[in-house]
Each structure stands twice: as structure tokens, then as C-alpha cells.
């Protein structure tokens, strides 16, 4: 199981994430709401303006405060094939 920091310490499983987005659509913002009114909302900010949301296979919703091209990077980097040495 591969984790991908997602900022302040707090991973996320990489082979459980469905999508990073941006916060700034309509249907995002509604995603996020609904998904707090039916308890499955996870706010990883610690009180910081949110800059990416992660869509998990589970149904839950993550906030982020990094942006969605850092945790698109980290992600490439953790899904890189290790090479033999």
C-alpha cells in the first residue's frame, strides 16, 4: 500500500484515491457539501483555505491545503518504478 502526504502529516492510500480537484467548480463545492451532511467529509486544512480536494473509492471526500499539482507530483513520484540495482 503506497500513502501520499496530503500535508500536515495526514496521508491518504494512493491506490484508494479516485481524483484530485480543484475547489472552485459548482459541482465540486456540492460534492463538498453533501458529503459533510452525510458525515463523509474529512477536513485535513488544520483551519487553512482549502486548495485541493481528494475523492476516495470509499466515498469520502478529503480537504487539502496543498494544491492539486503538489499532490499530483508527490504521487508520480511515489508510482515512479524503483529500479534494480
Known amino acids: 500500500m503506497k500513502l ?5 502529516g495526514n496521508m491518504v492510500s494512493a491506490d484508494r484515491l479516485l481524483a484530485v480537484v480543484s ?3 459548482a459541482p465540486i463545492k456540492r ?4 458529503s ?14 482549502t486548495a485541493a480536494i481528494c ?12 494544491p492539486p499539482e503538489k ?3 508527490r504521487l508520480q513520484v ?6 534494480d540495482t
Open 4 to 8: 501520499i502526504n496530503i500535508g500536515f
Open 23 to 25: 475547489p472552485d467548480s
Open 31 to 34: 460534492l463538498v457539501q453533501e
Open 36 to 49: 459533510r451532511e452525510r458525515g463523509m467529509l474529512i477536513d485535513a486544512t488544520y483551519g487553512r483555505k
Open 55 to 66: 475523492i476516495m473509492d470509499s466515498d469520502h471526500v478529503i480537504l487539502s491545503a496543498l
Open 71 to 73: 499532490l499530483a507530483g
Open 78 to 83: 511515489e508510482n515512479t518504478p524503483e529500479e
